[in-house]
């Protein structure tokens, strides 16, 4: 019997793994083409990438539900 499939976890700048044009924006809830990103946010770019990552960190996300590759691509790594 095949494990139980995990819910892949984006943090922003994540590429996505259905279309590579794509990327995770954490401000908006959606994927985005890469000049998204240029655009004004309320937390910039980076520093939003720099938190998800430390939370990544210091919780279980990838635990029982959620994965995220240890080197999944991303904008700002
Ligand atoms: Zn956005």
Redesign the pocket.
């Known amino acids: 019997m095949a494990p139980p499939q995990k819910q892949r976890y984006y943090i922003h700048g994540d590429q996505s793994e259905s279309d590579a044009a794509r990327y995770y924006?954490a401000?908006?809830d959606?994927f985005?083409p890469e000049s998204?990103?240029s655009?004004t946010?309320r937390v910039k770019n980076y520093d939003r990438y720099d938190i998800a990552m430390r939370m990544l960190k210091t919780t279980k996300k990838n635990s029982n539900e959620y994965f995220r590759p240890e080197f999944a691509e991303n904008l700002f790594s």
Request: a negative charge; proline letters at 0%; glycine letters at 0%.
């Open positions: 924006c401000e908006c959606v985005f998204h990103f655009e946010h």
